[in-house]
């Protein structure tokens, strides 16, 4: 094998756009047998890639964008997403989740589950969440991360009971989301277009029957910087490739890498490339500047997310009966 270099993740874009787009046709026309696509909108890199790719295939008069906030979204998202529709010509659809949150229950039990560990917090406050662990090749450990309202962050490690229980209220704003692609889809006779790319699929970086629910998932086989590069040969404004990966899910910004991944996204993508090729450790720490041992921690990560979160690709279990 050659040595390592970015160029691994380089892609012809032209042809891999036409050759979604004519997947997505295919796929429309021949299996899901429905007439348009519905698209969630964020204002991120994905969701915007895969709106311009649904246009790209059917064409803007049949694709639906929804955007759809809720009490801890970045004012800035909305807007970003504003932006993607006016660009692209499409419908566009907005409603705001937090009154169907609040009444689902789903902040009051993520702020009970933080007061167990902070017992100042407040609804004013803004929190986020952490993982430290993976690049020390050590178990991950969850931290929450809290600013009160003179801007004073408060950290405190979190028991798993915690962790779990913050991550399952979150967890109804995804969820709420897909209800409202499926009601659009049901009643335009639509389908839904799921949004996350290589490295969030392979690592199980969705919510099942959330933002992991989909009748197609067009970038599924792109990683993340693919996705990038992607956006600026489809010609997306400027705002729009240059936003950075986020969660958009807690009050206080939070990156992906900060929240889950052992490294930034591009790092993660030549990562995911090469424990796919048998790189040796040393190999991938030369390109990425890090020690063997390093690398080899990120690989475990890799692979003990791979293990734990299959289970979030698994179909329904079908018991057999009697004879």
Not at 142 to 171: C, K, W
Not at 212 to 237: C, E, F, N, T, W
Not at 244 to 267: I, V
Request: glycine share 6%; charged share 25%.
């Amino acid at each position: 094998m050659p040595p390592l270099d970015w160029n691994v993740l380089d892609l012809d874009y032209a042809t891999e756009a036409d050759r979604i787009a004519a997947q997505l046709r295919e796929g429309l026309a021949s299996q899901l047998h429905r007439r348009g696509l519905i698209v969630a909108i964020s204002g991120g890199i994905d969701s915007s890639v895969c709106a311009a790719l649904a246009v790209r295939a059917v064409g803007a008069q049949r694709v639906l964008c929804l955007i759809l906030p809720e009490r801890d979204s970045d004012p800035d998202s909305a807007e970003r997403a504003q932006l993607l529709v006016d660009h692209l010509g499409v419908n566009v659809e907005r409603f705001d989740i937090a009154p169907a949150l609040e009444a689902l229950g789903c902040y009051s039990a993520r702020d009970d589950a933080v007061r167990r560990v902070l017992p100042e917090y407040t609804r004013s406050w803004k929190m986020k969440l952490s993982i430290v662990g993976a690049r020390q090749g050590t178990i991950n450990r969850f931290r929450l991360i809290a600013q009160d309202d003179a801007g004073v962050l408060h950290e405190r490690e979190l028991r798993l009971n915690d962790y779990l229980t913050i991550v399952a209220a979150t967890s109804f704003k995804q969820r709420t989301r897909k209800m409202l692609e499926y009601f659009h889809a049901d009643r335009l006779n639509y389908a839904v277009v799921g949004t996350p790319n290589r490295l969030e699929f392979d690592q199980g970086f969705f919510v099942k029957n959330g933002d992991g629910a989909a009748d197609i998932k067009p970038i599924a086989h792109l990683y993340k910087s693919q996705v990038y590069a992607m956006a600026r040969y489809l010609g997306l404004p400027e705002r729009l490739c240059n936003a950075q990966p986020t969660t958009d899910t807690y009050s206080l910004e939070q990156g992906q890498d900060e929240f889950y991944f052992a490294l930034p996204y591009r790092s993660m993508d030549l990562a995911l490339w090469a424990i796919d090729h048998d790189v040796p450790a040393q190999d991938l720490g030369r390109v990425l500047g890090l020690d063997a041992a390093e690398v080899e921690a990120v690989y475990k990560d890799i692979q003990g997310k791979r293990r734990t979160t299959r289970y979030l690709h698994l179909p329904p279990i079908t018991l057999i009966g009697a004879p």
